[in-house]
């Protein structure tokens, strides 16, 4: 039998920097909205066009807030209404941790929509080409999680070679799940995704790539919460399901809804405003 893998602690906090403690959680987020801006300032640009590079600047500041104020909310109702509900102030201690991805992504797209009508831009074609580096931001964020030691998997044999052991789970050897998503929400999706928006039929049908990454989420998620233990303050949901799988379902119908209207209509153009700027690299 082989020897179990012990999880080697990692120290949550990156670095001290004085009396401020800068988290792998947040140096992820960072990292995730910082190269994800770099990418969509290069997508936007592919014919047919979806909006300029002065207009994905823009666009950072409304995505951190849609992500961060929306996957908070999200924690909050979707996992544990009650709690915050007895104790309000306790929604602002974001450093203790507590964001839904569901949440994050239904603020990033109210901030689509906001943002694209207040633009003139396209709403579909501009959220085809943000979502396709979604998963990268997902891979980072399981990563930090993994660092961090929590949302560990459910117990695993221990013939497993890469079961592991988290310390504040108990002794028993787990699936260390938060690498299975970060693997499939992350590297996976991000290529399959990434892959597809190179072709030029598929830009010119909005609709179609944000369409993919939801469903294309939904199911690597649904996959993932096989393996990985549910929040002990919910449990097992009716038929052995997961609050995460249950929150998946309305994401995978709208994706194949998105599909579909987009392959049933005529490809066209994303129609951009005649006075917007010209590109800034």
Do not use: K
């Amino acid at each position: 039998m082989l020897p179990v893998l012990i999880f080697p602690q990692f120290d949550p906090v990156m670095v001290h920097v004085g009396p401020l403690a800068i988290r792998w959680y947040a140096v992820a987020y960072i990292a995730a909205l910082l190269i994800g801006w770099r990418l969509v300032r290069h997508l936007v640009a592919l014919a047919p066009r979806a909006a300029t590079a002065l207009q994905v600047d823009d666009f950072l500041t409304w995505a951190t807030l849609g992500v961060v104020l929306g996957g908070r909310l999200g924690y909050i109702l979707f996992y544990q209404p009650g709690v915050y509900l007895a104790h309000p102030l306790a929604a602002l201690q974001v450093w203790h941790g507590g964001m839904s991805f569901h949440g994050g992504a239904l603020g990033v797209v109210i901030a689509l929509a906001l943002f694209s009508w207040r633009n003139g831009l396209s709403f579909l074609g501009f959220s085809d080409r943000v979502t396709v580096v979604v998963p990268m931001g997902l891979g980072l964020g399981r990563l930090a999680n993994f660092i961090n030691g929590e949302l560990w998997g459910r117990p695993a044999p221990a013939s497993l070679p890469w079961a592991m052991i988290f310390p504040q789970a108990g002794p028993e050897p787990r699936h260390p799940s938060e690498l299975y998503e970060a693997l499939l929400e992350g590297a996976v999706l991000f290529t399959v995704m990434w892959l597809v928006s190179r072709r030029t039929a598929v830009r010119e049908r909005p609709g179609f790539l944000s369409g993919l990454f939801l469903f294309g989420y939904a199911v690597a998620r649904s996959i993932c919460e096989f393996f990985r233990e549910p929040d002990s303050f919910i449990g097992f949901l009716p038929f052995g399901t997961t609050m995460g799988q249950v929150l998946c379902v309305p994401m995978a119908i709208a994706g194949v809804a998105l599909m579909a209207q987009a392959m049933t209509r005529p490809p066209r153009p994303v129609l951009m405003p005649a006075d917007a700027e010209a590109d800034v690299a």
